[in-house]
C-alpha cells in the first residue's frame, strides 16, 4: 500500500470521531489539545486486545472493535467514571481496508453510546493488537475504588456472570438462540458505565469482572484488607447458560469465568435500596451474591477456597 | 507463569514509577485517578513500537524501553507541551524477568529525565508490542502546531538529521566510535522536549520527524496552507554520518530517513534571534535549512521534488 493511500484510510478511519467535550484540538496534528472538565478529577485506564490471545483469531472484525473499547470502559465503569476521550493504538498485518471499516463500525457505536470522542490515534504493520486509552471523570474527590469494602457489606454483582464463558466455549459449535446469546455477551461484552456512575457515593467498592469473578474478588478484598463469603446459589444465572451446561457447570462458569465485565460492587446493608433503585431504573440486574468479612481470603458457603488465584484467566 | 508470579511482575515492575504531579491515585485500581493541573490544555498521544517493524527483533530490550518513550515524547515536544502521565500497553511473548528490567531500566530513566509517572499499565501475552500513551500540557490557549507556517517564515531544524538512518543501515556492521554513535541516535532517541517548550510563543509551527524530514515537512506544509524551499548544503551533518556515507548519501538519509526524532520549526525571521538564543542556553543545534512560500509544495534550491511522499518510513 502505498504512502498517500495510507494517510488516506487514517483520515478516513479516524473522521467525525474527534468531536466531543473539550476538544480543542482532534485528530491530525502530533497530539490532541484538550480542555479539562472544571473541578472534576480525572480517570485513565489503557487495555490491550491480543489476536489469539484475547478473542478467536477468526472473530469479526466489528465484534472486535467493539470489545477493544468496552473492556477499556468496563475500567472506567468500575472507577464510576464518566467516559470522554479515547486514543486507539491498532496494530494490523495489512492494510485490509473492509476488515478496517468493520472495526472502525464496532468501535464507534460503542463510542457513540458512551459519548466519547476518539481524539487520536497510531495504525501500525504488525501481529493483530488493539490498545485503547481512555480518559474519563468523576466529581473532586469522589470515585469508587477496590479498597473501600469493609466486613458487614454486601457483594453484588451486575447481569449474568459466567455468559462469557459460556460463550467462548460454544464458539465453534452451531448456532442456536441459546449459544448466539452466550456468545453475544463474550464478544460483545456492554460495559456497567451507567451503573458504575449511578453506584458513586452509593456503593463502597467496586471492581471489574475481567479475569474471573472469585479472581476479581480476591483482589477487591486484598485491597480492602478483608475477605468474603460468596453464595454461589444466589449467582444469577442466565436461562441460555442454564440450558446449553446445566446449574453445576454455570455455576463453575460464574465463579471461574473470565470475560464476563460486570461489575462486582460493595455495598453498606443501609445502602442497598439505593443502590437497587438506581440498577432498576438502568434496567441492570444487580444481585447480592455474598457477604464481606473480617478473615481475609474467599470463602464458598463458608468454606475456604483451596487457591482463590485458580481458574481465571492467565495473561501468562 | 502462574497467576501470583505475574502480579507480582507487574507490581514490581511499576512500583515507584506512578509518583509525580496530579497523581491521586495511581497503580493498583481498574484506573488511575488525576487532577489535572489549573489553567493549562492538556496534550495526548500515543505511538506504538512493534518488533521487527519499528526496531530488529534482536534490539536491547534497554534501547526498547527507552526508544519507546522517547518517540511519544517527540509528539509531546512538537506541540511544545510538558510531560505530566504515561499509561503503557506492554506486549510480550513470555514473562521473561530480565527482558522486562531492562525494559523498565531504559523506559524509566526517559520517565526520570522528562518529570513523568507512569499511573498505569497493562501487560499482555502476545508478539513483541509497546504502545505508550502520554499527555502533557501546555498554558490554556498556546500550542504548536502543524499548521502556523507562513510564507516568509524561515524553516529549522533542531539536532543532525540522518544520523537514525545511519545507524540503522549500519545495524549488522563491525562496532567503531562513529557507527556507535549513529546507532546510539536511532536506538536511544533524544525527544527535544525543551526546545518545543521554548520554542512555545516564539516558532510559529512544528512537527516531529519521525517519517523523514520531506516528508514530515510536506505534512507540514499541508495543515499550513503553503510550500518551502530546502537547501541540502545547509543541512546540519554529523561528523559520524560523513565520516561514513559521504556528502551525498549522508544528505540523502538527512532528508529522506526516518526516526531522527529531531523538530521542524517554522519561524519568522524577526524571532529567529530569540528562537536561536533558546537553543543554545539548552546546548541544542538548530539551523535554518530553508523557507516557506506561498507556492505549495517542496522544492529543493528551487526545484520541485518529483514525489514528495517517496523515501519516507511506510507503515504499510
Known sequence: M??????????RWLTGMDQGAGVVLGVGD??????????????????TLVSGTHFPEDADARDIGHRALAVSLSDLAAMGATPLWALLAL??????????????DGFSAQARLHGLAL?????????LTASVQLTGHVPAGQWLSRGGARPGQLLLVSGTPGDAAGGL?????????????????????????????????????????????????AHL???SGCGADVQPEALPLSPALLACFGRARATQMALRGSDDYELLLACAPESLPALQRAAAELVCPLTVIGRFETSAGIRINGEPLADTGAGGFRHF
Chains 1, 2 share one sequence.
Not at 502505498?2 to 483520515?11: G, K, M, Q, T, Y
Not at 502530533?30 to 487495555?47: G, S
Not at 481524539?119 to 504488525?126: E, P, Q
Open 119 to 127: 481524539v487520536g490515534g497510531n495504525l501500525s504493520r504488525g501481529p
Open 221 to 223: 478484598c486484598e485491597a
Open 91 to 104: 496494530t494490523l498485518p495489512s492494510a485490509d481496508e473492509p476488515w478496517l471499516a468493520g472495526f472502525v
Open 2 to 11: 502505498d504512502r498517500p493511500a495510507e494517510f488516506a484510510l487514517i483520515r
Open 169 to 217: 466455549a460454544l464458539w465453534k459449535t452451531a448456532p442456536s438462540p441459546e449459544r448466539d446469546a452466550l456468545l453475544a455477551r463474550y464478544l460483545r461484552p456492554s460495559a456497567r458505565v451507567a451503573l458504575g456512575q449511578a453506584a458513586l457515593g452509593v456503593a463502597a467498592a467496586a471492581i471489574d469482572i475481567s479475569d474471573g469473578l472469585l479472581d476479581d474478588l
Open 30 to 47: 502530533d497530539a490532541a489539545v484538550l480542555t479539562p472538565p472544571a473541578d472534576r478529577h480525572l480517570v485513565m485506564t489503557v487495555d
